[in-house]
DNA sequence: GTTGACGTCGACGTCGACGTCAAGGTTTAC
DNA sequence: GTAAACCTTGACGTCGACGTCGACGTCAAC
């Protein structure tokens, strides 16, 4: 197939589909005419980066698991190197939650301290003013 | 104080002190040479932003607090924006937090469904040469 | 023979928060 | 008077994963 169908196919797009092969994850054979030729393994190579890059692989990070399907493989997590990429990500993403339950902790007590400090000031407080400022800001 | 001095005392560098000021985030008034003068509140300002940054938020969603320090309250987070603000980052990071669980979860399984699936030949499995293949990698 | 949908390559644009020059002016210390 | 340490503006570079555009070739259908 060609590489628009490659594509459509993937879900991806044209460019995406020539950068990968400018970043050597991708190769292509050639049609006479010059046109990009892919074949069932091409596409399944695509779908395996779209997959690693979901659960948050950069490009190079997928590299070994390209590199492992090229060798033969049946997938691409097969083989040592691929395994211990995930691991590394597991580690990072593990990481990242920590930070990001701080972050939120954090953002949650400021938000509350803030609320705190809030002084509700009666002629706000007063219900009938609140639904009226409501409507007005409908 | 000069901008060399903000910087030092905020610990970030007179480029992004200038970069605040271009995104209108940070106003200075000039001495007659021409310098930045900046004073205690601008200090404040400064790490009201990076405090800001720290809990996830990007410069442009600092605004609310600036604009909030500068109409002359005490916090930054003394104003409706502001919490509005809050609210607006903490279902984010919640978003987030939810979205990479889930990513962390799907590579786990794959981690642990790789694991699985590799057979372990047993001249690597035999013990003497686990132990001289760690001595080799070291 | 021409229209339209495909393909080619090359090169610049995007986003955010600055980093890193370059080429100069100002002030202080010796 | 000159060196060091500050300051000024302007402009281009960084990172990742492509998007977008231009200028052109290819192929099937009408």
Known sequence: ???GELARRTGTTTRALR??????????HRSANGYR??????LRLVTEIQTLQTVGMSLDDT?????????????GDS???????YRRKLAEVDAF???????????????????????IPSYIADPCVVS???HIRR
């Open 37 to 42: 030729e892919y074949d069932e393994d091409d």
């Open 79 to 85: 083989c040592g190197d691929s395994i211990e990429m």
């Open 63 to 75: 590299r070994p698991f390209v590199e492992c399907l090229r060798s033969g493989h049946e997938t």
């Open 97 to 119: 939650l920590t930070r990001l339950g701080a972050v939120r902790a954090d953002l949650h007590d400021k938000l509350t301290e803030a609320l705190g400090r809030q002084e």
């Open 1 to 3: 197939m060609r590489i």
């Open 132 to 134: 009226a400022v409501h």
């Open 19 to 28: 950068f990968y092969e400018a970043q050597g994850l991708l190769t292509a």
